[in-house]
């Protein structure tokens, strides 16, 4: 069975502070797609980032950068320099790459972000 | 332009009146789902669909049904709405082409069952 687990429940900065949100997740797959996904006050959700098991390169997006770490089954995300824009709820997520469960997309609890100006 | 529709968006209803939450998608998607969305527990597949006329339970499929006799089209049925089914509703899609793609996801229908 798959679990992704987020334990901050919810975080609050500053303006221009730099901030981590946490996932870790579990999975008995060896190929596996991690997400995240952005969801602001208005409701919808966003697609911010998929990232592949073969691939433990971090990657940057302008003020988003992502640390997957397969040996720790984690798969942060860091915004620096955040903005009051960056208020939202945030949900990583674990998807199979195969097998009967193929498709099938697990959430984590969320983590809310709040931006102070 | 590329997107997932929701009907209604805002539903009030009452215990045991039957109810259908419309998802159409103009992308040519092979995959559908529906999720979905309550505090502190993130959100949680209810069915999905490979294809047409090939459904599945997801993690929270009881009180649900869902047909898929169109590419495009994947409604979400409540026979018997319940007040435990006070949700947010997400409908979302991807391509199937042999790998997990991205699932791009609607507006969310809020439902409010007395």
Redesign the interface.
């Given at each position: 069975a798959q679990k992704v687990t987020q334990a901050q429940t919810e975080i609050s900065v500053v303006e221009k502070e730099d901030v981590t949100l946490d996932c870790v997740y579990e999975t008995r797959d060896t190929t596996y797609y991690l997400f995240w996904y952005k969801q602001p006050p208005s409701g919808e959700l966003v697609f911010l980032i998929r990232r592949n098991s073969f691939d433990e390169q971090n990657e940057i997006s302008g003020r988003y950068s992502w640390n997957f770490q397969k040996s720790t089954s984690s798969f942060n995300f860091t915004i620096t320099a955040s903005q009051v824009v960056d208020s939202a709820v945030y949900f990583c997520a674990l998807s199979p790459a195969g097998g009967t469960s193929y498709g099938k997309l697990t959430f984590g609890q969320g983590t809310i972000l709040t931006v102070h100006p | 332009e590329a997107q997932v529709t929701q009907n209604p968006r805002y539903l009030i209803t009452v215990t045991g009146k039957k109810l259908t939450v419309t998802c159409s998608q103009n992308m040519n998607h092979e995959?559908m789902?529906w999720?979905r969305q309550d505090p502190?527990?993130?959100?949680?597949?209810i069915y999905?669909s490979?294809n047409v006329e090939v459904t599945d339970k997801?993690d929270v499929p009881e009180g649900y049904k869902v047909s898929r006799k169109e590419k495009r089209n994947f409604p979400l049925i409540l026979e018997s709405p319940s007040p435990n089914q006070t949700s947010?509703y997400?409908c979302?899609s991807?391509k199937?082409a042999g790998?997990?793609d991205?699932?791009?996801?609607g507006?969310?229908t809020r439902l409010t069952v007395l």
């Open positions: - | 995959y789902s999720y502190g527990l993130g959100l949680r597949q999905y490979m997801g947010l997400f979302a991807s199937l790998v997990p991205t699932q791009y996801f507006p969310g």
